[in-house]
């Protein structure tokens, strides 16, 4: 089968109160096509990090689900502003999530390790001032 | 992929009992108060009736609750049918003691043994077992578990999150560890297989259904449940000829009976566990918890004990007392118990298997032909005005839309879709009537020619 795109939404930045509908909405639709229910749990968490990294971190963006025969592919872009250095981002417990994001229990700094934890592959194409791209790749 | 209302059975089965959850048809008025408030969307009207689809019913008994009918309701064994066994023994589950106002716990055993029963058994010893061992798998484990003692929120996750299947604690509920222990103890003692009847005093039909479809154990050790609402009055009235029994000489399992209610689970672990646990009761809320951990958004919890009912078993349909009531009553007993029995031990908690998921709700198992109908899915969601007002008989536009895809239902069920296609039908109509016969459309056609 070839690539088709199984979902894709448009995020606010800042909205918290939709947060957790697309990963929510997804989790729904791989039950329907009857992947299996680790796969679906993986895709789910990486497409709900995103999510979320879209609402506290940038200035708004998409995501867009993929399925083909072999895989699922979860690509988060936004529209800025980049993150300047990928490496520390991703140690755990980094975190650039003001008091008011914290307060609420989000911007603990282990997003990104879940999203890379959860994947079997993840690609980020970013730097400062720039748009950035996440592809995470869940094999089925 | 749904099956609908009529079962597939395989073969040289007759009829497979598969839910306590019942409709009395005479009752329904088709009003669809069930099917909305159904936590696994299982419940469709069909010619007026409020009809169950199996394979998602988890008999958590919200139908029951919600319905002003009555028309949805339960069925358990009788108090009486006690006789047909030579060797009755009761499981008393400690939500019932909830139901007496804070009457001696052994008092009301003292009356089910004058009602009959050879043994009068508490379940609460089981369940502070249960705790024990609890401490000691989460003291050797660093996973996050969630209590299995309640089967209908097993039932929910095999069913809704079967990726959180493998967090359910690996331990039979302490009904069942309780059931198997009397009845090895009972055969052990001489007495013949036929001539014992292990009855459970049931809280919710979710726990009468084990009995005919276990969860987690290969086979129930209980043989009948009876309903608390069908012991209520006999215990009652044989509570008065009972003498206040003289507690100093009794092991009461109080802190055991705190299990009836929903944080009594939490209370019997270590003070450190407590710290990192959650208590999370009635239904939708479970739900609500469910999908937060399904999106790995619950931190600092290592363990969950979750109930279908509010309030927990004291919050099950068939208790008489109101839960409110019951819960603090509960709570008074619970406060007398200093510790928890000591040398109860002797049960097998270990499960024979895994809790293992359940594949429901796939439009197709070819994923190629599920991605044809997904599409079919999201142009049928379009089509449909999204009200969700579910006179369709279905709880929402997106249940009726896959309905539809999977062919047990039609656009015409939608009133609005309906109302609009006789809005149609009906300009075609009028346009029709406009149109003259030939012999009388004599002028136009001279228009056009002149």
Not at chain 2, 360 to 380: F, N, P, S, V
Request: charged content about 25%.
């Amino acid at each position: 089968m070839q690539e088709q795109t199984l979902l894709q939404s448009k995020i606010e930045q800042g909205d918290f109160t939709r947060g957790g509908e697309v990963s929510s909405s997804l989790k729904d639709v791989l039950r329907k096509l009857g992947i299996k229910s680790e796969t679906s749990r993986r895709v789910t968490i990486v497409t709900y990090e995103l999510e979320m990294n879209i609402i506290i971190h940038s200035l708004g963006g998409e995501i867009e689900v993929l399925i083909s025969s072999e895989q699922i592919k979860v690509v988060a872009t936004d529209r800025g502003p980049g993150i300047p250095d990928v490496e520390k981002a991703f140690q755990p417990g980094f975190s650039t999530a003001d008091d008011f994001v914290r307060g609420m229990g989000f911007g603990a700094g282990m997003g990104l390790n879940n999203i890379k934890h959860y994947s079997d592959q993840l690609t980020v194409e970013t730097g400062q001032g720039k748009k950035s791209k996440f592809t995470a790749i869940i094999c089925l | 992929m749904f099956v609908v209302f009529a079962t597939a059975k395989p073969m040289g089965v007759i009829s497979v009992k598969k839910h306590s959850v019942l409709l009395r048809e005479e009752l329904c008025k088709g009003c669809t108060n069930c099917v909305k408030n159904c936590p696994t969307k299982a419940i469709r009207v069909h010619n007026g009736k409020a009809m169950i689809r199996d394979e998602l019913c988890i008999d958590c008994a919200e139908c029951i609750r919600i319905c002003a009918q009555h028309a949805k309701h339960s069925q358990t064994a009788e108090l009486e049918e006690m006789s047909d066994y030579k060797y009755p023994i009761a499981l008393v589950p400690p939500s019932f003691y909830g139901q007496f106002r804070g009457v001696n716990p052994a008092r009301v055993r003292m009356a089910l043994f004058k009602l009959g029963f050879e043994e009068v058994q508490d379940v609460s010893l089981a369940a502070e077992s249960l705790s024990r061992k609890t401490c000691e798998f989460l003291m050797g484990n660093s996973g996050i578990y969630i209590s299995s003692s309640c089967p209908v929120v097993v039932r929910l996750i095999k069913i809704l999150y079967p990726e959180l299947t493998e967090h359910l604690i690996p331990f039979k509920a302490p009904t069942d560890a309780m059931g198997e222990k009397v009845r090895a103890d009972a055969l052990a003692k001489g007495i013949k297989p036929e001539e014992l009847g292990v009855f459970l005093l049931t809280p919710c039909p979710g726990k009468n259904t084990t009995v005919f479809d276990p969860v987690g154990v290969k086979t129930s050790p209980i043989d009948k449940t009876i309903a608390v609402s069908l012991v209520y009055q006999a215990v009652l009235s044989v509570l008065e000829k009972v003498a206040d029994v003289d507690e100093g000489e009794l092991e009461v399992p109080y802190l055991g009976i705190g299990w009836g209610q929903s944080g009594g689970e939490l209370q019997l672990l270590l003070a450190q566990m407590q710290d990192s646990s959650l208590s999370v009761s009635g239904i939708h809320r479970v739900k609500a918890l469910l999908d937060e951990f399904s999106r790995n958004n619950i931190k600092g919890v290592r363990y969950f004990e979750l109930s279908a009912c509010e309030f927990g078993c004291v919050g099950g349909v068939f208790n008489v007392v109101n839960p409110f009531q019951a819960r603090s009553d509960l709570r008074r007993l619970r406060s007398r118990g200093k510790s928890m029995i000591e040398h109860n031990e002797g049960y097998d908690f270990d499960l024979p298997g895994r809790f293992e998921p359940l594949q429901i709700g796939r439009l197709d198992g070819d994923l190629e032909r599920a991605m044809e109908k997904l599409a079919q899915l999201e142009e049928e969601i379009a089509v449909l005005p999204g009200l969700d007002c579910a006179a369709c008989g279905a709880p929402d536009c997106q249940t009726l839309a896959e309905d539809i895809v999977t062919g047990v239902a039609s656009r015409s069920d939608c009133i609005f879709l309906l109302r609009k296609q006789m809005g149609d039908l009906a300009e075609t109509l009028s346009g029709l009537l406009r149109e003259l016969p030939p012999v009388m459309k004599k002028e136009k056609v001279d228009d056009k020619v002149g």
